[in-house]
């Protein structure tokens, strides 16, 4: 198929338009991502970023539990200074519980509790359902399976757990 040839033909007019196109979608991109990022996250999660610039939150909330169960709590997630990993926080499907999972980037003696937590709404009170069993090890909260089961997953390997949060069984 031949193309008429003011389609085809390279002008001075393409060859800026091309450019400006090159160099300013980048940017737009990233303006409308940042943007969007901000509509999403939690307003306490933003506050946790703003004040301390090292907590990374790295799921975002689930926008039609947020609607049912309303806005999540202030929850006391200290970073102590150091680069601190947050997954969740999210609420279970029953509006009951919140959970999330924290990592600390230091070698020994991290200076918060790391592990898989579980805030009871009613009770205003967070429980750790799950302590790494290494040094090292990470735990990153994935999602809420039923009101009463967690999966998780451990070092980043993407293998999933499911842990009871009343009885604190692990299967896999």
């Known amino acids: 198929m031949k193309l008429p040839n003011f389609l085809t033909k390279v002008t001075l007019f393409s060859k800026i338009l091309a450019i400006i196109l090159f160099v300013s979608l980048p940017f737009i991109g990233f303006y409308l991502g940042y943007q969007y990022r901000q509509k999403i996250t939690v307003p306490e999660v933003r506050e946790i970023i703003k004040e301390k610039k090292i907590a990374v939150i790295t799921t975002a909330p689930d926008r039609e539990l947020m609607e049912i169960c309303g806005d999540l709590p202030k929850l006391n997630i200290s970073t102590d200074g150091k680069f601190t990993r947050v997954t969740g926080p999210t609420w279970s499907p029953d509006c009951r519980h919140i959970a999330w999972a924290t990592w600390q980037s230091t070698f020994l003696n991290p200076s918060i509790d790391v592990g898989l937590f579980v805030y009871d709404y009613a009770a205003k009170k967070a429980k750790k359902i799950y302590t790494p069993k290494q ?24 293998h999933l757990y499911m842990i009871d949060i009343n009885s604190k069984e692990i299967s896999e």
């Open 135 to 158: 040094d090292m090890e990470t735990v990153e909260f994935q999602r809420w399976e039923t009101s009463n089961m967690i999966s998780f997953t451990k070092d980043g390997q993407g």
